[in-house]
């Protein structure tokens, strides 16, 4: 499947993607790399693996209806079927969503419904939950708030720290999203309303 990748910071999950599909691991083909942020991490990362970048900077629009809709160009121009979501740090307005051919993934550090939005491992912590994790999502219109593909748990330690934690969900991250893509990609994910089936 021809994917493009959008994310506004360092872009650690972006390079497992990048890595996976060196591998053979992932039937995707990256075509492309977009960031909302002019010096992310993501699109050096990404232009390293010789990936084509964009920047949709909201300074250089007069809305963000605009903003995505030049994102929807530029999809098109990259006949994309598959659109990753990788620490992108917009959500995607209700007319893009009305408008994407294509399916939509995100992948979020925590065991969601649970802590949505930013800061999800400090809200986990300040919970004082004994399990977080990680799920992976088709994006819709709402805030985290897509169906459920897949989710792992990792254990909340009693020393934990906002970094250590996060350090140790983003290494579930990395693995948990390859391989929701993967199924994705060979057409093993099954969507009826919010309940999403993994075939065998």
């Known amino acids: 499947m021809r994917t493009a990748i959008l994310a506004s910071g360092r872009g650690s999950n972006l390079q497992a993607l990048i890595e996976a599909q060196r591998s053979a691991k992932l039937p995707i083909e990256i075509v492309a790399a977009g960031s909302d942020q002019f010096g992310a991490g993501a699109l050096k990362r990404a232009k390293e693996a010789g990936i084509p970048t964009r920047v949709f900077h909201i300074s ?36 893009f969503m009305r408008q994407a051919w294509f399916p939509i993934l995100n992948i979020h550090p925590s065991l969601l ?78 969507r009826i309303g919010r309940r999403v089936q993994i075939l065998q």
């Open 113 to 190: 419904p649970a802590f949505p939005g930013l800061h999800a491992q400090r809200q986990a912590l300040e919970y004082g939950v004994k399990i977080s994790g990680c799920t992976v999502h088709f994006v819709d219109e709402g805030l985290d708030s897509g169906p459920i593909i897949l989710q792992e748990a990792v254990p909340v330690l009693a020393e934990d720290t906002e970094e250590g934690l996060s350090q140790r969900i983003l290494a579930v991250e990395h693995r948990l999203y390859t391989e929701a893509v993967r199924l994705v990609a060979l057409g093993k994910v099954n």
């Open 60 to 95: 250089d629009y007069p809305d963000r209806q605009a903003q995505e809709q030049d994102i929807l160009i530029w999809m098109r121009e990259n006949q994309v079927e598959l659109l990753l979501l990788a620490g992108y740090m917009r959500v995607l307005g209700s007319q």
